[in-house]
């Protein structure tokens, strides 16, 4: 049996508030829905893995604060390891920064067309959301920050750079100004930030608000492995660590974390490529009967001119090709995202789709 009224007692009154986050796993040939990387890590990286792995005490608890891990990703971006805090992929960071700072009697804001998770992990820790409307292009729209924040102080705003799903990164300039006028923390969500032209992460200091939030899942192609992670004032880190349940970084994670971060070059090289056929697709996505938008991330974002979505969704999806569909996302009417595959899956997108707009 099923259902709500089965259980032995209600679940939390304002749970109810909360839709599920779900993106359909269908079975084709070509997927290019969840902005994963297109190849595996380097074989290398699984053997070093897999020596690691040999040498670990089973019996024991893995390294609570996992330092190694967090002094070689600080080492990676020239800050202190007392600056960054691991957990079982950004979405638990962003969970535990909702756990500390966020919490009933508080509120974040987001800036709507953007990542759900943001919206959905604050409901759950039981967070106010505040929801603003990004400009016309899809870029964030300071003035309407500046009504969200002034009138009702924030305790944690969201700004995901580059922006899932529309693929823009805010400027410099734009951050600045938002980490000099916020109420509360700024958390920049990098999850695509290697693939962009520039990264908040010299904003971070100690005295400041700015967080940087990171994740293997999608550049270090380790979406298997749940593992991201924050660049934080070291009193942020603290804060983090507290909420975090005990032991909460397995070993075998940690241990493929600190292996990955060997593989830099080749991680470096796959981003290159991702990047280049970024620039294959958007060039071929010109000529096509579609709005696309200019993307710093590893997916683009775009919308069918004279078709609907859900036909051109399912015109793909019988070409064994599976996108995302946003159409259904606010201020997204109309729209699909596609993640940027190896050339083989892209030249199948680009194929399929010229077939469905025909
Ligand atoms: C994919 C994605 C994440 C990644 O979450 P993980 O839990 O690290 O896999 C975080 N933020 C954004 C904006 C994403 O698109």
């Known amino acids: 049996m099923s259902g709500a009224g089965s259980l032995p007692v209600a679940p939390r009154d304002d749970l109810a508030l909360v839709e599920g986050y779900h993106s359909p796993q269908v079975d084709v040939e070509v997927r290019l829905n969840t902005n994963e990387a297109p190849l595996p890590p380097p074989a290398g990286f699984v053997d070093a893995l897999a020596d690691e792995v040999r040498s670990i005490a089973f019996n024991r608890y893995p390294d609570r604060a996992a330092r190694e891990l967090c002094a070689a990703l600080a080492e990676l971006h020239g800050v ?164 975090a349940l005990p032991y909460h970084l397995d070993a075998i994670k940690q241990a493929a974390g600190r292996v990955a971060l060997r593989f830099r070059a080749e991680m470096e090289a796959r981003i290159a490529g991702v990047v280049e056929e970024r620039g294959r697709i958007a060039a071929r996505l010109s000529e096509l009967d579609v709005q696309t938008w200019p993307s710093d991330a590893n997916f683009i974002l775009l919308r069918p001119l004279h078709r609907g979505a859900k036909e051109v969704w399912s015109g793909l999806v019988e070409r064994s090709v599976l996108v995302r569909d946003c159409s259904e996302w606010p201020g997204l009417e109309g729209c699909l995202r596609v993640t940027v595959g190896t050339p083989e899956e892209n030249g199948r997108f680009l194929t399929a789709l010229t077939e469905v707009l025909d």
């Open 80 to 243: 202190r390891a007392e600056q960054i805090f691991a957990a079982n992929g950004s979405n638990e960071v962003i969970q535990c920064l909702l756990l500390a700072f966020g919490g009933p009697g508080r509120a974040a804001a987001v800036f709507e067309p953007t990542y759900l998770l943001h919206t959905h992990i604050a409901k759950i820790t039981g967070t106010e959301v505040l929801t603003g409307r990004r400009s016309e292009d899809l870029s964030l729209d300071l003035a309407e920050f500046e009504r969200i924040n002034s009138a009702h102080r924030p305790a944690v705003t969201f700004i995901c750079s580059p922006n899932n799903p529309t693929g823009r990164s805010e400027s410099r300039e734009v951050i600045e100004a938002v980490a000099a006028r916020a109420a509360g923390l700024v958390v920049v969500d990098e999850a695509y930030g290697q693939f962009a032209h520039w990264s908040a992460l010299p904003l971070v200091s100690d005295e400041g608000r700015v967080v940087v939030v990171r994740t293997f899942s999608k550049t270090w192609s380790m979406a298997a492995n749940r593992l991201g992670y924050v660049v934080a004032p070291a009193g942020v880190v603290s804060v983090l660590e507290d909420v």
